[in-house]
């Protein structure tokens, strides 16, 4: 188990960060806000999950000790993946998914995308109490407006990032557009992603938990 990360930051894209870590470049997956707090360059300590399957090694990246515990039990509800519960850490941090578990906010939970309302019916079922109770005090969404106005050439790599994730092309082209044509405010791509996220979970209808 490789339960943490020291190095520096190599390269950054919409998904996942390279860290060098004693000479070997590390492939690290991760969500926009983690990204967001890596400067090329810069050391970067991380907390880490390594899923092992049949064909693949993949090492996930969180900022603190919490958001990986929760994002490793995400996993123990039946059809939640390591990218589903990327995503869904993606859309909220973990407080609100605690606070959306606990008080069965349904709607909450179908934001993420390919989550509709079987799969978060699930979810708040089989997670009952295990994530404890919210830790913070009142927060503000994630993604929550900055100041200024992200490049058009963010705009593919966003649309890349959510094909990733399950969406399909044309879908996530719309949701960009959207973000843009809304005067929705956002600074960076990252932030571009988490307002197409939302964008696209409050369209999503009633359906299962999709594999991650």
Same mark, same amino acid.
Request: net charge negative; charged share 20%; hydrophobic share 45%.
């Given at each position: 188990?490789?339960?943490?990360?020291?190095?520096?930051?190599?390269?950054?894209?919409?998904?996942?960060?390279?860290?060098?870590?004693?000479?070997?470049?590390?492939?690290?997956? !991760? $969500?926009?806000?983690?990204? /967001?707090?890596? &400067? %090329?360059?810069?050391?970067?300590?991380?907390?880490?999950?390594?899923? @092992?399957?049949?064909?693949?090694?993949?090492?996930?990246?969180?900022?603190?000790?919490?958001?990986?515990?929760?994002?490793?039990?995400?996993?123990?509800?039946?059809?939640?993946?390591?990218?589903?519960?990327?995503?869904?850490?993606?859309?909220?941090?973990?407080?609100?998914?605690?606070?959306?578990? !606990? $008080?069965?906010?349904?709607? /909450?939970?179908? &934001? %993420?995308?390919?989550?509709?309302?079987?799969?978060?019916?699930?979810? @708040?079922?089989?997670?009952?109490?295990?994530?404890?109770?919210?830790?913070?005090?009142?927060?503000?969404?994630?993604?929550?407006?900055?100041?200024?106005?992200?490049?058009?050439?963010?705009?593919?790599?966003?649309?890349?990032?959510?094909?990733?994730?399950?969406?399909?092309?044309?879908?996530?082209?719309?949701?960009?557009?959207?973000?843009?044509?809304?005067?929705?405010?956002?600074?960076?791509?990252?932030?571009?992603?988490?307002?197409?996220?939302?964008?696209?979970?409050?369209?999503?209808?009633?359906?299962?938990?999709?594999?991650?």
């Amino acid at each position: 188990m490789i339960a943490s990360l020291t190095g520096t930051v190599r390269s950054l894209s919409l998904d996942s960060a390279v860290l060098t870590v004693g000479g070997v470049g590390l492939s690290v997956q !991760a $969500t926009p806000t983690t990204l /967001a707090s890596l &400067r %090329v360059g810069a050391q970067a300590d991380l907390a880490t999950s390594l899923v @092992v399957r049949e064909d693949a090694l993949t090492l996930f990246g969180f900022v603190d000790d919490e958001e990986r515990d929760v994002f490793e039990l995400l996993q123990t509800v039946s059809g939640v993946g390591p990218r589903l519960a990327l995503a869904m850490l993606a859309v909220h941090t973990p407080d609100q998914l605690r606070r959306a578990v !606990a $008080t069965e906010d349904f709607r /909450a939970l179908e &934001r %993420v995308p390919g989550i509709g309302r079987k799969g978060a019916q699930r979810i @708040v079922l089989e997670l009952g109490d295990r994530l404890g109770p919210a830790r913070g005090g009142a927060e503000t969404p994630n993604g929550a407006a900055p100041t200024g106005a992200v490049a058009d050439a963010g705009s593919a790599q966003v649309v890349d990032a959510l094909v990733g994730l399950g969406w399909a092309a044309r879908n996530a082209e719309d949701a960009v557009n959207d973000v843009l044509a809304g005067g929705h405010e956002v600074s960076d791509t990252a932030g571009l992603l988490r307002a197409a996220l939302r964008t696209l979970g409050g369209r999503a209808g009633a359906g299962g938990v999709a594999r991650g």
